[in-house]
């Protein structure tokens, strides 16, 4: 009961903080989201290559963190204030940084050889695991820096309904794949994906796809989401799709690595790495849409 509490007042205040942002304003969301995707970096980071005491392996991280920030807050003057987009090409700076890092990593420098499956290769020794830092910035600071692509209009007003109602689909979609897949899913057990995540399946998928859909309509409705009837279906779809994706991306990254939870700032919800997992695929196909092809 005590879990049950405390789950629920921690998800209650993040649901309160990311809603409040939005509506607050352009500084509100650029600090409550350049947070989040810093710590939701950052717990990439530690989940890939480790919580290490070596300097260079740190350097290599805070360069890291810093090239993310560098393309969020780069890529919201842009679209906030109508900052040059040529500035975003600073983020290249400490992305450098890393590759340089990489040679004072002293295992990285040592080369011993082994034979495993009848040929000799190269033991390892930690090198393959620095592509991750550039994995971070892809995976994790790209979709949150492309969020300010929809907070404004093309006169420059700010505007947070459109990504609020994408938040809000996401949510259905949990909300739906939950109470069937909770309920047919474990009376059928159409498994989706098993080798990654034996608990979810095809009916609580269709479940979050009823809601997500039900919910685009809905916002659309009330006057949240200001797009045609068939474009707030089609943003619930791909919301749902690349969501659920994206979850089951993210799990797969942590079986791989034997961890269960990305963090643990959130109590008894984990870390920000598992509460954005889904926007971090669904997000992006859903603002591509968006801008090119919403009437």
């Known amino acids: 009961m005590k879990n049950f509490i405390i789950r629920t007042l921690s998800g209650l205040a993040f649901t309160v903080l990311v809603i409040g942002s939005l509506f607050w304003g352009p500084v509100a969301f650029a600090a409550v989201f350049g947070f989040i995707m810093v710590v939701a970096v950052y717990e990439f980071l530690n989940i890939t290559i480790g919580k290490t005491k070596y300097a260079a392996n740190i350097l290599a991280k805070a360069f890291t963190v810093v090239a993310s920030i560098s393309l969020f807050v780069n890529m919201f ?94 949510w259905c979609t949990d909300v739906g794949a939950y109470l069937l897949g909770s309920t047919l899913g474990q009376m059928f057990g159409h498994r989706l994906f098993p080798s990654i995540s034996p608990k979810k399946s095809w009916e609580g998928f269709f479940g979050g796809l009823i809601c997500s859909v039900a919910g685009a309509v809905l916002l659309r409705y009330f006057g949240l989401l200001e797009l045609s009837l068939f474009d707030a279906i089609a943003v619930g779809i791909i919301i749902c799709i690349f969501g659920v994706l994206g979850d089951l991306v993210e799990s797969q990254l942590k079986r791989n690595f034997g961890v269960k939870d990305s963090g643990s700032i959130m109590p008894g919800h984990g870390g920000m790495l598992d509460r954005f997992d889904g926007a971090l695929l669904a997000f992006p196909v859903a603002i591509i849409y968006i801008i090119f092809f919403a009437a």
């Open 77 to 170: 003057m842009v679209s906030a204030y109508g900052a040059e987009p040529l500035y975003l090409l600073f983020t290249v700076l400490p992305i450098i940084g890393i590759f340089i890092s990489n040679m004072y990593v002293k295992g990285f420098n040592v080369h011993e050889k082994e034979i495993a499956e009848g040929q000799e290769r190269r033991k390892a020794n930690g090198y393959e695991m620095f592509p991750y830092t550039l994995g971070a910035i892809v995976y994790v600071a790209l979709p949150f820096s492309l969020m300010s692509l929809v907070l404004f209009d093309l006169s420059g007003v700010y505007n947070g309904n459109i990504l609020l109602s994408m938040m809000v689909m996401l």
